[in-house]
């Protein structure tokens, strides 16, 4: 990866910074003869639009990248436009989606905590971390981060396919939940299967992880196989589930998701591609 992660801006920074700013969510695009791309300018200053709070996130190719958060998104000037970063992720590389939203977090982060949590002062930025400090009480705050499982269960040429009623009609996807106070990874795992579906699983793998910043999940994938039951869906999250031959798959999550990831990594290794 070509992301060197920072904190702190260095004191001389030579030639043009990207700019991934935020308005509720959505990332502020500049539409040229390429497409949509992130702003690329010294200072965001000089694209006169409204802002608050500035974050270094790193280096990426090369270039300095900052984040920051548009005060409005009415008068945009021309050609800027708000999109939202969940629609993009299927349409750019992952390298760039992941500092996106690395910067998204960041943004959300900076804005939900103003004040301590604790005894309500108002915070500062840490002079060594990215964290915020009470200069009351000394209480910190770091960027939230969630971790949640996302696992793909097999059963020979198999594989388990479920759907929420939040998903787009005709569309399925692994399963995932989110790790409880005191779980190890593998007993979420455990847990959310027999939680949403009633089956019980084996031989569980990690196969990889991916930051999901809607708004704040680290998404870690594990291959497990089927170990015995029967589905009882007890849990309202989920609306239907059924084991689907891998040469007969319904809709599935774009590519660039570890949800798909998961999916096809199977797939090719089932029909030995891999």
């Known amino acids: 990866m070509d992301f060197i992660p920072g904190v702190f801006a260095p004191e001389v920074q030579d030639g043009e910074s990207l700019w991934f700013a935020f308005y509720q969510g959505r990332i502020l695009m500049l539409q040229d003869q390429h497409g949509l791309v992130i702003p690329q300018i010294d200072r965001f200053s000089f694209l006169g ?124 996807s692994t399963l995932a939940g989110f790790v409880e106070a005191g779980e190890t990874l593998e007993m979420t795992v455990h847990r959310e299967i027999k939680e949403e579906v009633g089956i019980t699983v084996k031989n569980l793998k990690y196969k990889g992880s991916q930051p999901w910043p809607f708004p704040h999940s680290l998404m870690v994938g594990f291959h497990a196989e089927y170990a015995g039951g029967s589905f009882v869906f007890e849990d309202e999250e989920i609306e239907e589930a059924a084991w689907w031959p891998v040469t007969s798959l319904p809709m599935i999550p774009p590519v660039g998701s570890i949800a798909r990831s998961l999916i096809d990594t199977y797939v090719k290794e089932f029909r030995g591609e891999s």
């Open 49 to 172: 639009i409204p802002h608050k709070g500035t974050h270094y996130l790193g280096q990426m190719q090369g270039m300095h990248c900052f984040t920051t958060e548009l005060e409005s998104d009415s008068e945009l000037p021309h050609p800027f436009s708000l999109h939202e970063l969940r629609r993009l992720s299927m349409m750019v590389d992952t390298e760039w989606f992941m500092v996106a939203g690395r910067a998204r977090q960041i943004v959300e982060w900076d804005a939900n905590h103003q004040f301590c949590g604790r005894c309500g002062t108002q915070t500062v930025h840490h002079e060594v971390d990215r964290a915020k400090l009470c200069p009351q009480c000394g209480h910190t705050q770091y960027p939230r981060i969630s971790p949640c499982i996302i696992v793909l269960v097999t059963k020979g040429e198999d594989i388990l396919l479920a759907r929420s009623a939040s998903f787009p009609p005709g569309l399925f």
